[in-house]
């Protein structure tokens, strides 16, 4: 007698590790789309001397942050369909607008370039580090989110409040607590796709792209203020 087994119940985990692969694959793949825009609009801005309010630093960043939410909200609306990734790359063509002055400000150093590359390198190696944390720890994460949530306010709060302030020791340790905070949080939502607790591409390329930008210019300012040479 030639024994059956039933696969019935092997089918559906099978399907769901297919859909969680399909969905980390195509987060990777406009991941790495939506750093052309980016670099596109770090140009741009360069060029054109893109300075976002400088005479009004606080109404700069009240600004910033309603089209930055405005953004959110199209994305997060529209992220089943081809208008959410058009949404998504414009977001970060403005974001790399954003960008431009602080990279003006490294390019302007005698070494900035050099700088510029060891942050993209150091940021590099903190994405691979947390997808390979993500993708191999048996530890329930979940939890970590409502954590990072109150470490960005906080963030938020003392960055605003040194718009006034003007205390670069507070400015470094926002950028450095920013670095350790976005680097968990990447952490965070790269396991979360690989889980399957984030099933759409769209809003987890949005999460990862935020964490990694975040890390990339917080990075380059604890860079510049600690290695950086003399203006040309």
Known sequence: ???????????????????????LRNTYWLLAASMVPTVLGAWVGMQFGFNWFAGSPFIGVLVFLGIAFGFFYGIERTKHSMTGVYLLLGFTFFMGLMLSRLIGLAVGMSNGPQLIGVAAA???????????????????????????????VVLIAASVANIWLQMPALMLTVSALAVGIFSAFLLYDLNRIITGGETNYISATLSVYLSIYNIFSNLLVLLMSL?????D
């Open 1 to 23: 007698m030639i024994p059956s087994f039933d696969n019935s119940a092997s089918l559906p985990r099978a399907e769901s590790a297919l859909a969680r692969n399909r969905v």
């Open 122 to 152: 150091g940021t590099g190696a903190v994405f691979f580090a947390m997808a390979s944390i993500a993708s191999t720890t048996k530890r329930d994460l979940s939890n970590m989110g409502k954590f990072l949530m109150i470490g960005v």
């Open 227 to 231: 290695f950086g040479g003399s203006r």
